[in-house]
């Protein structure tokens, strides 16, 4: 097979060189989101970037947990979560719950009524019902349906290359 490269570098093999292959993910920005879930221990959250809309009519989005982490027990089939877009000032939060899964402590939060915690002041938020999950490798694809969402307008938390980061205007 011939060498083909679309992009200035180096073409490899994804099985072969899985650090390659992490920084070419790493070239697609994300947003920064934690989600949370209510468990008998208590309420539990994790960073996640794996978010992506499914569909409008129904109301579906998805994310997808690591099978390897800690927290996936709590959330690959949590009947009930919420997926919380940051704003571009909410880097702490971002940190917090990629090391603690009770990072809850000085954060503003409720509980909804269907008992899952909410972080207040985030550019959005989804509360869902668990809809489907599917095997996706080393990760799991949790869909959800949206049963109530918030939006702030505010600008949101990116991450790209392995950095935070946010939008600015074009003018600035």
């Keep these: 097979m011939d060498e083909i490269s679309i992009a200035p570098g180096t073409q490899f093999s994804p099985q072969d060189d899985a650090r390659a292959f992490r920084n070419a993910l790493g070239a697609f920005a994300t947003g920064v989101t934690v989600v949370t879930t209510d468990t008998p221990e208590g309420p539990v959250g994790i960073t996640a970037n794996s978010f992506a809309s499914v569909s409008l009519d129904p109301p579906l989005v998805l994310w997808s947990p690591a099978k390897a982490s800690h927290r996936f027990v709590h959330f690959a089939n949590a009947p009930r979560f919420a997926i919380h877009i ?53 990760h799991v694809i949790v869909v959800g349906r949206v049963i109530r969402a918030h939006y702030s307008g505010a600008e949101p938390l990116v991450f790209h290359g392995g950095r935070y980061g946010f939008f600015q205007d074009e003018g600035t």
Excluded at 93 to 104: D, H, V
Excluded at 109 to 132: D, R
């Design 86 to 138: 940051l704003d571009e000032s909410q880097k702490a939060i971002c940190e917090g719950f990629t090391r603690s899964k009770t990072a809850f402590k000085d954060l503003d939060w409720v509980t909804s009524p269907q008992g899952v915690p909410l972080i207040n002041g985030v550019a959005a938020c989804f509360e869902c019902n668990l809809e489907a999950t599917h095997d996706a490798g080393d």
